[in-house]
């Protein structure tokens, strides 16, 4: 019954920015702990930030400084904000439910960002 839905992404110049929303529906989304991951080509998943019910955050290191994940409880999505983008940005982004952990195992289509002078 979950879905998640990645838009927002694109083509970019190095040093730019984006901005990604995922629509979250299925889940009782004030209390879900949801994160974002990326994969890029031949690469395995990566995490890279997460955000509980109650706000709070944590990123990987790859990431820390120059991306910020937020939620807007009201519209039940979760965004992240991309900025300073470098070629090793260039992925498929996905949004992901944490916890509760039902849907630890389930993935929607993520959204391509492509990094490129």
């Known amino acids: 019954q979950v879905q998640l839905v990645e838009s927002g992404g694109g083509l970019v110049q190095p040093g730019g920015s984006l901005r990604l929303p995922c629509e979250v529906s299925g889940v009782n989304f004030r209390t879900a702990i949801m994160a974002w991951y990326r994969q890029a080509p031949g690469e395995q998943r990566e995490w890279i930030a997460v955000?509980?019910?109650?706000?709070?955050?944590n990123y990987a290191d790859s990431v820390k400084g120059r991306f910020t994940i937020s939620r807007d409880n009201a519209e039940s999505t979760v965004y992240l904000q991309m900025n300073s983008l470098k070629f090793e940005d260039t992925a498929v982004y996905y949004c992901?439910?944490?916890?509760?952990?039902?849907?630890?195992?389930?993935w929607g289509q993520g959204t391509q960002v492509t990094v490129s002078s």
């Open positions: 992901h439910i944490e916890v509760p952990s039902n849907w630890k195992n389930y």
């Open positions: 955000i509980s019910g109650q706000a709070t955050t």
